[in-house]
């Protein structure tokens, strides 16, 4: 009887032509008999050519960090690596734009929420109470954003200033069986914003997997606020587009934020 299993999913934005990857890939192993489980988190940064990708996978598991050089191969949209084949998986959640509270002088195209024509989408979508949350970056990730607020104007932009913003924000991924947890902060005084942005999977069953996203605001350690978004927009590229960039601190576990 086989006991062991394993699992991983990858994240990764790449282009139709030859140009900059990057991506997330999260995975778990588990041994029943053993009573042994453990999971790995991996960035990976490189170039596409043609059909084929050079990437660089850095991968931290149980405190150990493995870095490694690999050329992986795109085969009918599904990514071969030295590992196995990845196969591309719909993601509810961000197949359309779920704004619906937008105002008849607004925008055609909302799905950018509130990121400018000149900035890239990482990540938009309609809270639950409305407003709209969007993560801007500006070409090649040199300055970066967090919108919140009406459509037609945010009432909050931080970190308020383009020069030196994207040194005031941190990131960090728990990865677990079947998806992950990503998270982008800002601490200002005793307060820390939060986007997230969740894979979520409905069983071994289920091919398909579910998409979340939100914002959380904490006062010293204590949640005080979670807005979740109704569904995320198609436009945004994803938090893990920002690993590289923004610096890596494990500022969070399951239990919330830790020092």
């Known amino acids: ?3 062991k299993t394993s699992e ?3 994240v990764l934005n790449l282009p139709d032509t030859d140009g900059p990857v990057a991506g997330t890939e999260h ?16 960035k990976i940064t490189g170039t596409r050519s043609g059909d084929w990708l050079d990437v660089t996978v850095e991968t931290e598991i149980e405190e150990d960090r493995q870095v490694g050089d690999h050329r992986w191969r795109i085969d009918g949209g599904a990514i ?4 196995g084949r990845f196969e591309p998986v719909p993601c ?10 937008v105002p008849d002088h607004a925008s055609d195209d909302i799905s950018r929420g ?4 000149t900035e890239e989408v990482i990540l938009s979508c309609e809270l639950q109470d409305g407003d709209v949350l969007s993560v801007c970056a500006a070409a090649g990730v040199s300055a970066l954003a967090v919108r919140q607020g009406p459509v037609v104007a945010p009432d909050l932009d931080l970190p308020g200033t383009a020069e030196g913003s994207v040194e005031r924000f941190m990131i960090h991924s728990l990865g677990y069986s079947g998806g992950y947890d990503t998270r982008l902060g800002l601490v200002s005084g005793d307060y820390t914003y939060v986007v997230y942005e969740r894979m979520i999977s409905r069983g071994p069953a289920d091919p398909e997997k579910d998409m979340e996203g939100g914002v959380l605001l904490y006062e ?9 978004c109704n569904s995320l927009s198609e436009a945004g590229q994803g938090l893990g587009q920002l690993f590289g960039a923004v610096q890596e601190k494990a500022f969070f576990d399951e239990d919330g934020l830790v020092d």
Not at 92 to 101: H, K, L, P
Not at 221 to 228: C, I, K, N, S, Y
Request: charged content about 25%.
């Open 114 to 117: 509130h990121c400018l024509d």
């Open 8 to 10: 991983a999913a990858m």
């Open 92 to 101: 509810n959640g961000s197949e359309r734009s779920g704004f619906d509270n």
């Open 1 to 3: 009887m086989e006991t």
């Open 27 to 42: 995975g778990t192993v588990q041994d029943h008999e053993q009573r042994y489980y453990t999971s790995w988190e991996s």
């Open 80 to 83: 071969v690596t030295d590992r």
């Open 220 to 228: 010293g350690r204590t949640q005080q606020v979670e807005l979740a």
